[in-house]
T-cell receptor, first 108, second 117 residues
Framework: AQSVTQLDSQVPVFEEAPVELRCNYS??????LFWYVQYPNQGLQLLLK??????LVKGINGFEAEFNKSQTSFHLRKPSVHISDTAEYFC??????FGTGTRLKVLA | GAVVSQHPSRVICKSGTSVKIECRSL??????MFWYRQFPKQSLMLMAT?????????EQGVEKDKFLINHASLTLSTLTVASAHPEDSSFYIC?????????????FGPGTRLTVL
């Protein structure tokens, strides 16, 4: 069985501060890992993905994530957030198993 | 990049009517299309997976007679909510994968908000 756990349902952070959104997964097979962003009333946009190779993955909008196999984690980070980063972020494993999402709220 | 469209973006209907939602891959041939349902402030729940020309595979707990999926071509899949009721109100999102991609990456449509009165 495969599952994804996003430990934080909401993360408030001040503008220009760093942020980390946590994601842990469980899978008995090889994994492909994804982070998506969803703005209100919109579909999902791919931020970044890990398929193989380097464990540090860089995505769009300044986001990056690190695959840690021993800790079964794929945490998303950004060194300095903007107001426009306010959205819902979803971690997914193997394409279609999604976490419950983390709402990032960037405060002015 | 690969683009997926959905139509309509929003629909309001009376209880008992059927609603059809279209999902189209605009610039690629979609090997597989997925239909998700998303409740407010919750994650996406996979409803079914459809391959062109074959019957959809439904996830456990999803009524196939209620949510009718047709994948008539490599660029079009439709979801019909039969005899919709207020509890069917939700945000429905489709996605598609392309045959040439072997990494399970999905391209998502913008979603359809269904409100049943």
């Amino acid at each position: 069985a495969q599952s994804v756990t996003q430990l934080d349902s909401q993360v408030p952070v001040f503008e220009e501060a760093p942020v980390e959104l946590r994601c842990n997964y469980s899978s008995s097979v090889s994994v492909y890992l994804f982070w998506y962003v969803q703005y209100p009333n919109q579909g999902l946009q791919l931020l970044l993905k890990y398929l193989s190779g380097s464990t540090l993955v860089k995505g769009i909008n300044g986001f990056e994530a690190e695959f840690n196999k021993s800790q079964t984690s794929f945490h998303l980070r950004k060194p300095s957030v903007h107001i426009s980063d306010t959205a819902e972020y979803f971690c997914a494993v193997n394409g279609y198993i999604f976490g419950t999402g983390t709402r990032l709220k960037v405060l002015a | 990049g690969a683009v997926v469209s959905q139509h309509p973006s929003r629909v309001i209907c009376k209880s008992g009517t059927s609603v059809k939602i279209e999902c189209r891959s605009l610039d690629f041939q979609a090997t597989t299309m997925f239909w998700y349902r998303q409740f407010p402030k919750q994650s996406l729940m996979l409803m079914a997976t459809s391959n062109e020309g074959s019957k959809a595979t439904y996830e456990q707990g999803v009524e196939k007679d209620k949510f009718l999926i047709n994948h008539a071509s490599l660029t079009l899949s439709t979801l019909t909510v039969a005899s919709a009721h207020p509890e069917d109100s939700s945000f429905y999102i489709c996605s598609a994968t392309e045959r040439s991609l072997g990494d399970n990456e999905q391209f998502f449509g913008p979603g359809t908000r269904l409100t049943v009165l």
